[in-house]
C-alpha cells in the first residue's frame, strides 16, 4: 500500500476512535490531493461570555457566529494532536485547517462554548491551569466538568499550575533555580491532568505567550510542544516550542478580521534574530531580522508593523529579497509588544503571516500583567 493514503487511513481510524471526533471528524480528514495543505489555523479563546471583561472574551453570540463561518465554508475543524504530529512529520493536512483552543479553564466555556461545540461535533483544546481548578474558584471549570468535556472528545493540555509570568525569575533567584521551578510548574500540572482525566499529551500553553530561550529549550528536551499567544499560522517552519495562535477575544474576534485569519498562511521564515522576546534594557527599539524561504507570497507587498506605532521601516539586506529587517521609531512600553509582518498571496485571497512578541520587563525585574 501507497505509505501515504496507510498513513491518511491510520489518520482516519485514530479520529474516528474519540466520541466527539466521530465520523464526521473522520470524513474531514480526507482531502484530495488538490486540497492538501501543510499548514493550519490555530484559534485561541479565553472567556465565552458577554459577562466578562472584554479584553479577554468573545459574547456567546460571536462565537456562536464563528463556528458558523467554520461549518458555512467547509473548514475542517480538526484535533490539535493530529495536527500537529501530521505538520511536525511533514505530512499534508486538509486546506482549511483549524484547530480550537482555550486558554485557562472559565467555567463559561463549559457553559457557552462546549454546547455549541458538541452540536457541531467538533473537537477542542483546554489548556487548564490547575491551581484554580483545585481551589475551587467559582468562576472556573471543576474538574467534574473537565472530566465530562474529555470524556466527549476535548484534549486537556497543560497552562501550569499558578499561570506565572514564565520569564521572570524570584529576587536572587539562580538560573538554576529559576529552572526547577518552572520545570515543577509544568510536570505537576501535567500530573493532575493524567491524574483526573488520563490524558498526558505534553503540550503547553505559554501563560500570558511569555516565554525565553531557555525555557524553550527546556521543554522541548522534556518532550513538550510549546504554544504562544502571537498571531499566525502553523506550518513546517514554525517553531514548535512557541507555536503560534490567533487570540480571538475583544477588538480581536470581529467578523472581518476572523474571515482573513482563518484563510491565513504562515510566512515562511527560515531564521529570525534574536531569538528571544526578551528586550535588553539597553535597546528599546530592538531590530527584528528574518530570513525567508520563497512561497506563494508578493514579497513586494511585505509590511511589518509594530504595536502603538503603525506601520515600521523594512529594510531588505540582500538583492535576491530573502533577508530583511525592522525595527521600532520609538522605545518600546514596559510589557509585552509585538511586531507583525505579512504579505498577501499572489492571488491576494490569503495573508501570509509572522509576528514575534517582546517582552520589556519593569526596572525591578517584573513583568505585567
Known amino acids: 500500500m501507497n505509505p501515504r493514503i496507510a498513513s491518511r487511513i491510520q489518520q482516519i481510524s485514530q479520529l474516528a476512535s474519540r466520541p466527539l471526533k466521530g465520523l464526521l471528524a473522520a470524513a474531514a480528514f480526507i482531502p484530495s490531493v488538490a486540497m492538501a495543505a501543510d499548514s493550519a489555523v490555530f484559534l485561541q479563546y479565553h472567556h465565552v461570555s458577554d459577562k466578562t471583561p ?35 512529520s511533514g505530512r499534508s493536512v486538509p486546506d482549511k485547517t483549524v484547530v480550537i483552543t482555550f486558554d485557562d479553564a472559565y467555567k463559561n466555556i463549559y457553559e457557552n462554548a462546549f454546547p455549541m461545540l458538541r452540536d457541531k461535533g467538533w473537537p477542542f483544546t483546554i489548556f487548564v491551569s490547575t491551581q ?34 514564565m520569564p521572570e525569575k524570584l529576587p536572587g533567584e539562580s538560573d538554576q533555580a529559576w529552572l526547577e521551578r518552572s520545570g515543577k510548574e509544568i510536570t505537576d500540572t501535567e500530573q493532575r491532568i493524567r491524574n483526573e482525566t488520563g490524558q498526558d499529551v505534553k503540550m503547553l500553553a505559554w501563560p500570558f505567550g511569555e516565554t525565553a530561550p531557555e525555557l524553550r529549550k527546556m521543554i522541548k528536551e522534556m518532550g513538550y510542544i510549546g504554544f504562544g499567544q502571537q498571531s499566525g499560522a502553523i506550518g513546517p517552519l514554525s517553531d514548535f516550542t512557541r507555536l503560534p495562535r490567533f487570540p480571538m477575544s475583544g477588538s480581536y474576534s470581529d467578523m472581518s478580521g476572523f474571515r482573513t485569519k482563518v484563510n491565513s498562511r504562515p510566512l515562511p521564515v527560515t531564521q529570525q534574530e534574536p531569538d528571544t522576546a526578551i528586550i535588553d534594557p539597553k535597546n528599546l527599539t530592538p531590530s527584528l531580522t528574518l530570513t525567508l524561504a520563497d512561497g506563494n507570497y508578493q514579497k513586494q507587498q511585505l509590511n511589518c508593523y509594530v504595536s502603538g506605532q503603525g506601520r515600521a521601516e523594512l529594510k531588505w539586506l540582500d538583492k535576491e529579497k530573502t533577508r530583511f529587517t525592522t525595527q521600532a521609531k520609538s522605545p518600546l512600553p514596559v510589557g509585552r509588544s509585538r511586531y507583525n509582518c505579512t504579505a498577501p498571496s499572489m492571488d491576494g485571497r490569503h495573508y501570509y503571516w509572522f509576528y514575534h512578541q517582546w517582552l520589556r520587563f519593569t526596572e525591578d525585574g517584573k513583568a505585567i500583567d
Open 54 to 88: 472584554a479584553v479577554t472574551s468573545i459574547t456567546p453570540e460571536m462565537f456562536r457566529q464563528h463556528l458558523d463561518y467554520l461549518d458555512k465554508n467547509d473548514f475542517n475543524v480538526a484535533p490539535i494532536e493530529t495536527i500537529i504530529k501530521a505538520i511536525q
Open 132 to 165: 484554580p481548578v483545585d481551589r475551587g474558584f467559582g468562576n472556573f471549570l471543576t474538574w467534574k466538568q473537565i472530566q465530562e468535556m474529555s470524556r466527549s472528545g476535548a484534549t486537556i493540555a497543560n497552562h501550569t499550575t499558578s499561570h506565572p509570568h
